[in-house]
């Protein structure tokens, strides 16, 4: 079972900038595309960026220019650079990966949340 814990959340005033982490322990084989997400209260959780084993990026159009997604392979660790916030970025953010397991199964695993709170 692979585990995904999140940290780096907190309350900011608008245009600042936070950093969030994401560690993935467990019983890894190999790790695949790690990702962000968010959720706001009442809607849809969304694919804030996710980033390839091979660092390829992919980011959501609101997001560009402003969040950087980056990882650490050797430490099975996922980041997320936000600068410049808006109050819209205001959600609980989640981690995601997506990878082989020492059991050389498939999983996909999310972390507990962290929650991101911009003031106006």
Do not use: H
Not at 61 to 74: H, Q
């Amino acid at each position: 079972q692979v585990q995904l814990v999140e940290s780096g959340g907190g309350s900011v005033q608008a245009g600042g900038s936070l950093r969030l982490s994401c560690a993935a322990s467990g019983s890894i084989f190999m790790l695949n595309a790690m990702s962000w997400y968010r959720q706001a209260p009442g809607k849809q959780r969304e694919l804030v960026a996710e980033i390839t084993s091979d660092s390829n990026t992919n980011y959501k159009d609101s997001a560009k220019g402003r969040f950087t997604i980056s990882r650490d392979n050797a430490k099975n660790m996922v980041y997320l650079q936000m600068n410049s916030l808006k109050p819209e970025d205001t959600a609980v953010y989640y981690c995601n990966a997506i990878g082989v397991g020492g059991n050389k199964l498939a999983f996909r695993s999310w972390g507990q949340g962290t929650q991101v709170t911009v003031s106006s």
